[in-house]
């Protein structure tokens, strides 16, 4: 055999946990998204309200129902990170309009709950409603949009998110154009500024246990956020070894290749902006069921940068990354009283230096730094070597070792500390 | 129909109006986008920033009773003069700390900073300044009296930004059209990398690119304030996107289709507002920007590029 100079292999790490540290992000991110991980974090998750409420009754910590309120707050930024990280972080599409289909599955739940239009829809119904409208404004935006560079594409559906917003205002009185009135003259759909009050919270069946009570509102809307969570996670992570899964990575990494294999691009990011309306909207329903009303100040611009903070900091395409990151962005101004003020400024700033300093964010597996040329393909995300989509998640069988095996045969170059 | 034709006059005039606010800004956008391929989405936020300046210099000659200091037209000039330059500078700092770092990153990365820098510049203002709107002390620097040509009303501050703004411009297509530094720029536009071949020093016709696209949209913030006579820190937002919807209508990148894109954007938008439904005015822009990008991604006076949809 022709000797080759090669570099040292690096020794091997005597303790697992060292392992998966020298792995870098897509180890961690790998050994995150284990089910033996991500069920006990959901269950702990679960378990949070009594925990607090413990440390209420026994440690004399003041804020009781806050606390809660602060794990919904969270629960609800996690979904939407997710929503907003499988459309930019999974299929590298910039939707800066993401707040407006918040917006769409608050008001249309909205309206076929409350007495804005005398409609009182039932949960499930309700649901059918939310899905159909956000599948329907998806395609309404998806279809023109996606067929546009990412650029444009961002600056399309910053101006479908103002447009909705103008809706939301003006749409308290019947619409006006060239001086003929369009409905009955009180017709008011949206409240305008006003927004939509009184709006009906969930009627969950009797049998359910531990959320009929006085007082227990935040805790139920807790749950129920947790559980959509843990639905899109669960989703997310079975995706990513179908089919569409495997296509949504590939145009990520380079869309001119994907096409020449053959991939569908328009048709894979339609499903990823899709997805991503779906699950935006449903977070929207049940926010609005929550705090009882579809309010438009809830949905502004800024909203949507604070969302796209959260799943910057923690990695644009990790799934831990971004509930980290909603965790992290909705805790900070609680533990910081000071902040509260400054909290854009700071948030705004980490979000600059990060995307300077380290745009892979804390467990990213999609990298945006600068890169060699590859001649030709200058779209969108492009990724340094990563884990292969087929590799990235091992089944639960597979023990700690092996996984740390194989990804640590697959994460390249081999870390720069080992000479 | 002469009360119809009277209208349409008079929608026409003030569309030409914040047409011209409109072009002002969207060159910003587009000699950024010419040179960087990058959307500097803190532009907006950089001409509200301007308008801000103006208003503290008003506020610092004018006294409380509403006595200007200073001869009132020295006033508007030190307002202009200090809010080009700051909001120039403000630019090239932007420029230098934000976009430069990443500049050879992959598209997404410095958008996603510029919405960051959008952000950084409203909130500091929002909470160092005022997050209220700030009256601008205009009454005694800019006459009241409205002017009349014909049956169409004018106000002095509306034909002050229709005239510095296109006077502006017109400099501003001398200097890129007709100087050696300008070729440069033009140079460096359509091929940075031969551009650096030929000698020039890339690095300089960018700095120089955001100083006079910020310095304009520092102008057009205190033309905006003399106008409305108050600014707010949200300002620079919806200005900015509907400003960078001229720049696309005029073919982004096009200097001379900015210009035209802004006046044509002000008029179908007045017009639209005017005849079809006042409450949507804003809404058509959008719906503009959205048509011209599905329809024709190059823009009105663009050259189609096969990359550039």
Redesign the interface.
Known sequence: MIPVSRPAEPEEPVHSLQRLWRGGPAAWNAALTLPQVLIPFFLLAATAPFITQYFVDNYGWTGGEFWVRILTTCAMYACLALALNLVVGYAGLLNLGFIAFFAIGSYAYALVASDQLNHHFALLPALATVVLVSIGFALLVGVPALRLRGDYLAILTLAFGLIMRELTLDLDRPPTLFGHQFGPDGLNITGGTEGIHLVDPFRLPQWVPLVHGVGLQSRTYYWIFLGFLAVIVFTLLRWRHTRTGRAWIAIREDELAARAMGVNVFKYRLLAFGASSVAAGITGMIDAAYIHNAFPGNYDIQQTVLVFIMIILGGLGSIPGAIIGAVLVTVLPFLLQQLVLYKYVVFSLLLILVMIFRPEGLLGTVSIRPRASLGGTVELLTAEPETPPDASIPTLGESAAELEAATGAIVEPPPPEQQ | MEHFLGLFAQYLVNGLETGSLYALIALGYTLVYGILE??NFAHGDVFMVGGFLGAGVAGVLVSQSGVALLPAPLVVLLMMVVAMAGAGLLGVGIERF?YR??R??????P???A???S??L???V??QVSPAPVTVRSDPLIPLTVLRLGGITVPPSSLLLFVVAIALMAALDRFIFATRFGSAMRATAQDREAATFMGIDVDRIIVVTFLIGSALAGMGGVLYGLQFATVNFFMG??LG?KA??AA?IGGIGNVRGAMAGGLVLGVLENLGGG???T??Q??FA??A??LV??LR?QGLFGQAQA???
């Open positions: 990058m959307l934000a770092p990443l050879n990153a992959n598209r997404l990365a958008l996603i900073t919405v960051g820098v952000l950084l409203e909130s500091v929002q909470v937002y919806l996107i960078f919807t696309v005849f079809v439904s409450a949507f804003d809404s959008f719906l920007l959205i990008l599905m991604p990359d550039r949809a």
